[in-house]
């Protein structure tokens, strides 16, 4: 997204990245179409996986390759700023390492928080225990000498700043959500791309695409337990979760089914399909759909960027959302969705009492809703080019200093 806006506001992109042959992950190749014709993209080798899977993380695999090779860039073309959106987390080290080495600038872009509490956590020397501990030992180290970090929204990185108050002397900070790219929905119209995982009935179907996080669990119950409350209500509702499995590639990794099934809703109003799938078909299922429903975390910092994709597909969305998301106020100014707020985990009773209220509103809306109708005024702020353009901003004010 940055990318494709980033020369139009005079700063020419060179991205680093790890040579595809190295991801364990199913390529998807669609993607590429959606780049600049004359993207410079430079690929570095990783490790291997090898026999037994001892790291699988792709930024740790391929660290000494990404730090040879920007060493190489920043020294031989006189870079202005290195930029490393994290995860992987392990990659925020290389701008104190390259900084050390080369004296370039640099800044974070947290996409997800690097310190911050997994279910588990708590249990002594289990694996999110270790994560925990590392996060915190590293973070204080990767960006003690940043000049920028930013997220999709403040919240993702105020833990830095008070666990580092040094940094608000020297660190600038932002916040700017992911936009959508309209030019995405363009393509996709000239791709031979069709939905697979479910077909259009007569029902009215909502689409969730996207993985689930660990806080999203308990205002998902909240929801379940409403609709089994008054299942009639429900009776001609779909909600289809798409991508929501334990990993990326495991087709039976199922996390939403067993919820489903103690409710008595699995394959009648609840479907699920664990396995993440290529974006742009994530696209093709929200153009079948009637609409878009999009599930928030008890976390308060979290935003969800695909309001923004739910958007330009033109279908009405249907949001359940810590009330200080900013996404709330997005889609209640431009007039892009329905959404129910609720404050956090103690007050999940709000979801299970107001859910089936906002069902009936969401049905009666919807029959009158035209994409046409949304504020787009409010909605182009938070496209990719002016979200660029907001990074740019950032970026001149941190080279200028």
Known sequence: LFAQHLPAFGWQPIILTVHEKFYEEKLDWNLVKLLPNNLRIEKVNAFPIGKFRMIGDIGLRAFFQLYKRAKQLILSEKIDFLYIPIPSFYCALLGRWLHHSTGVKYGIDYIDPWVHEFPGSDKIFSRHWFSTKLAKLLEPVAVKKASLITGVAAGYYKGVQERNPALHAS???????????AQDHKILQDLPLKPYLFQKTNKLQLVYAGAMLPKAFAPLAAIFKAIAADKALFSEIEFHFIGTGKTPNDPVGYQIKSMAEDNGLWNTIVFEYPQRIPYLDVLIHLKIADGIFILGSTEPHYTPSKVYQGILSGKPILAVLHNQSTAVTFL??????LVLPFDGEHHLDTIETYFPFLIVQYIE????????????????????????????????????C
């Open 365 to 400: 809306w919807i029959k009158n809703f035209n994409s046409a109708s949304i504020q787009q005024e409010i909605f182009e702020s938070y496209s990719a080019k002016n979200i660029t353009k907001q990074l740019v901003t950032l970026l001149n004010q941190v080279v200028s």
């Open 171 to 181: 660190c600038i900070f932002g916040a700017m959500p992911y936009g959508g790219e």
């Open 332 to 337: 209640q100014q431009s007039g892009g969705g």
